[in-house]
């Protein structure tokens, strides 16, 4: 890989991995692993040998996209050569609990998703967390309750931005919001593994145009990517934290990046040292132990990358930048792409038609 051999700025501050084993179904070179029971559709709960219900569970591989077009949160195989029909796809309904008056309408165009492991919440064993501009969400995934059903929501005023958010294995939640205009932007953590009234408790941390945040499980810390790079401890000492009034800790401040305007920010999860970011200006990774960037290899390394993640045991990226052919807005597409991870080189690409894609990211619910 090419090295840009910047130190990534001064620490403002002073300043394992889990590995773990799949069977794998090769299909062909977008395959992912999968295990046979989990190629059911995931809609429907099936019948396990002791007679207990089960529900289909989020799998490795799978690609979850942001569709601004029908304002739904979909997820799809790679190893589907079409992508006409998606494995689950998910909004907020009076159905599942949201309120039609104060939650709904605030769901304008989703930005971001993850699906994370995490049992916090009664009947769940998997969630996920959703935002669009101004609503931020935790839904149930699996359980023993009903798929997509609200678990927790906070709704935000019309200057916010929310473009992403991260649930901490212990239930609380941080939302990024960029704001509408420079120098706005701030991370804020919630005190969502609190039932109501307590659900709302939250510390606002200045941090303009922030895009991205991420737990990494490997050195339990907080990245958040804006137009820097910052690493936060949780609930630590000298925070003065606790879960039901969860606090962070700035640790460092890598003041430089490799070029300007964060998007996206995700665990390389075949590397433990690594996470993985772009910015208007390219795709790059971040070495963890030394605090450096190096740039993304091939075709891999493209300008305006909205969204960036790995898969596990594949060997491969999952990329989505703006494309002509879609109209909506300017920061969509109606394709996502695949690379090599190794050398950059392109592997394929699938395409919902009539989309406008904001985000694609890798629907794996471990964290690294």
Request: glycine fraction near 6%; include cysteine.
């Amino acid at each position: 890989m090419k090295k840009i051999m910047m130190k990534a700025g001064n620490p403002c501050l002073k300043s394992s991995c889990v590995h773990w084993t799949v069977s794998v179904l090769v299909l062909f070179t977008l395959s992912c692993s999968r295990q046979q029971e989990q190629l059911q559709p995931e809609n429907k709960t099936t019948t396990a040998e002791d007679g207990r219900q089960a529900q289909t569970e989020a799998t490795c591989c799978w690609v979850a996209i942001t569709n601004q077009a029908t304002k739904k949160i979909e997820v799809y195989d790679p190893a589907d050569a079409s992508w006409t029909t998606a494995k689950w796809s998910w909004m907020p309904t009076t159905a599942l609990s949201y309120n039609a008056t104060s939650e709904i309408p605030l769901w304008e165009a989703p930005t971001d998703i993850k699906v994370r492991n995490n049992a916090i919440f009664d009947n769940t064993a998997q969630v996920i967390t959703a935002t669009s501009y101004r609503l931020a969400t935790i839904a149930r995934y699996t359980g023993t309750g009903t798929r997509g059903q609200k678990l927790w929501v906070m709704g935000f005023n019309d200057t916010t931005s929310l473009h992403a958010m991260e649930i901490l294995p212990d239930g609380n939640c941080v939302v990024a919001s960029a704001g509408k205009e420079w120098p706005q932007g701030w991370i804020r953590i919630y005190s969502s593994s609190q039932p109501v009234p307590n659900h709302g408790v939250n510390t606002q941390y200045y941090f303009p145009a922030a895009h991205a945040v991420l737990w990494d499980n490997t050195h339990q810390v907080l990245w958040a990517l804006g137009n820097q790079l910052r690493k936060y401890g949780y609930n630590t000492p000298n925070s003065g934290g606790s879960t039901t009034n969860p606090k962070l800790e700035l640790l460092v401040t890598y003041n430089v990046l490799p070029s300007a305007w964060g998007h996206d920010l995700s665990a390389d999860v075949n590397n433990p040292d690594q996470l993985l970011l772009s910015t208007n200006g390219g795709v790059y990774i971040f070495h963890v132990s030394n605090g450096t960037f190096s740039s993304m290899p091939g075709a891999a390394q493209q300008t305006f990358v909205k969204a960036i993640s790995s898969q596990p045991g594949q060997n491969t990226l999952v990329e989505t930048r703006p494309s002509s052919g879609c109209t909506i807005n300017s920061w969509c597409t109606s394709v996502v792409s695949f690379y090599n991870a190794s050398n950059g080189n392109a592997t394929g690409s699938r395409t919902v038609s009539g989309s406008a894609i904001y985000k694609a990211k890798t629907f794996d619910p471990n964290y690294y």
